[in-house]
């Protein structure tokens, strides 16, 4: 079976600072691993993916994600955060054997960018 | 722009009211979803479909119907909903299975009186 946490429901950084989600996940199986962004009325989108080879993944507006494998985490990360951050951000775990396969969302982190 | 349109973007329907959801996309996509979110809180799985088959039903009341049909469109069928439905659906595509990534639509915002 598949789970995914994210630790911590709201985290607040400065602007320029970095930023840090968390995101743990347990699979019974190779997981994929996904983390979506979510602005204010609208719907989820993409912002980066772990399906197998490199476990240090690039994604869009400068988030980047690393697996690792042996802490079961997926932790998001962005080296300065930017106004336009501010989001909801999901962890996605995706997996499970043929027929039984799950997509997965975290409970979701908001992230607040001060001034 | 999302790849992916709902329509209405809000829909207000009384409990005793018939209505649908609809959702397009143009990608090629051959799996289609429906989710269901309450405010500050994660997408919940309801239907998929995978090539204009319903592959997945997460347990949800039959007062909601899915319907494909072809690989660019998925409608929801609303009849006789409850308060407790009042929630934004979103509609989610991949390029085939579940376990890839999925684009999304805004979202039908839907209120029942």
């Known amino acids: 079976a598949q789970s995914v946490t994210q630790l911590g429901s709201h985290v607040s950084v400065s602007e320029g600072a970095l930023v840090l989600l968390r995101c743990n996940y347990s699979?019974?199986?190779?997981?994929?691993l996904f983390w979506y962004v979510q602005y204010p009325n609208q719907g989820l989108q993409l912002l980066l993916k772990?399906?197998?080879?490199?476990?240090l993944v690039k994604g869009i507006n400068g988030f980047e994600a690393e697996f690792k494998k042996s802490e079961t985490s997926f932790h998001l990360t962005k080296p300065s955060a930017h106004m336009s951050d501010a989001a909801e951000y999901f962890c996605?775990?995706?997996?499970?054997?043929?027929?039984?396969?799950?997509?997965?969302f975290g409970t979701g982190t908001r992230l607040k960018v001060l001034a | 722009d999302t790849e992916v349109t709902q329509t209405p973007k809000h829909l207000v329907m009384g409990m005793t009211n018939k209505k649908s959801l609809k959702c397009e996309q143009h990608?090629?996509?051959?799996?289609m979803y429906w989710y269901k979110q309450k405010a500050k809180k994660p997408p919940e799985l309801m239907f998929v479909?995978?090539?204009?088959?319903?592959?997945i039903n997460e347990s949800v009341p039959s007062r909601f119907s899915p319907e494909c049909p072809n690989s660019s469109l998925l409608n929801l069928h609303l009849h006789a909903l409850q308060p407790e439905d009042s929630a934004l659906y979103l509609c989610?595509?991949?390029?085939?299975?579940?376990?890839?990534?999925?684009?999304f639509g805004d979202g039908t915002r839907l209120s029942i009186l």
């Open positions: 479909y995978s090539y204009e088959k319903l592959s």
């Open positions: 772990y399906t197998t080879g490199a476990t």
């Open positions: 996605a775990v995706s997996g499970g054997s043929s027929g039984t396969y799950k997509y997965i």
């Open positions: 989610a595509s991949s390029h085939q299975g579940i376990y890839q990534p999925q684009h």
């Open positions: 990608m090629g996509h051959r799996a």
């Open positions: 699979s019974s199986v190779p997981p994929y």
